[in-house]
């Protein structure tokens, strides 16, 4: 009667190990998945604005800060940042080599459109850029394609907070 004990709680303990270990493994990998979008592209610099949203923030001495997120596929990040007009520029890079200077243009229509607008990729510091601005906070679904490369992102679930107070304390002035 002992010896099947013994083995029958053997076995539950492997099973139970390997059941954690498993858990442990998938919790660390996705950890290293999300700390590796930081650096994706090559990119250095970025903090996590808000993990759970994937929004990250860059801050530079001298320069006002910017916010991207890596889109799920991997394929393309989005960028916004504040001018110092107090406009937003976007930029959604690609994560495909180009040569320096091309660009690839194709006419699109959308559905919400009804006649066909020119739309541009260029190639900024080796990979393909598409670019947008904004007199205001951005707060629409961005959605664009060029050939194969095709981005959407819902600007409206982002917080600009960081970008606005670090715009407002760049123009304040002391009276």
Known sequence: ?????????GFLMLCIITFASWKTFETLSHFNDKNNELSFMGSSGWQWHNKSQGLQIKRV???LPALRKVSKSKEYA??????ESGSYRGFVFFDQDCEEGAIVSEKVTYADTKSPQIEVLHCLHGKLVYMKNWPAVPSERWRGRVGN?????????WDFTPLQKAYLKSVAELI
């Open 1 to 9: 009667m002992a010896k099947p004990l013994i083995f029958i709680t």
């Open 61 to 63: 001495d001298g320069y």
């Open 78 to 83: 989005s960028l916004i940042t504040i001018t």
């Open 149 to 157: 490369f095709e981005f959407n992102e819902a600007l409206n679930e």
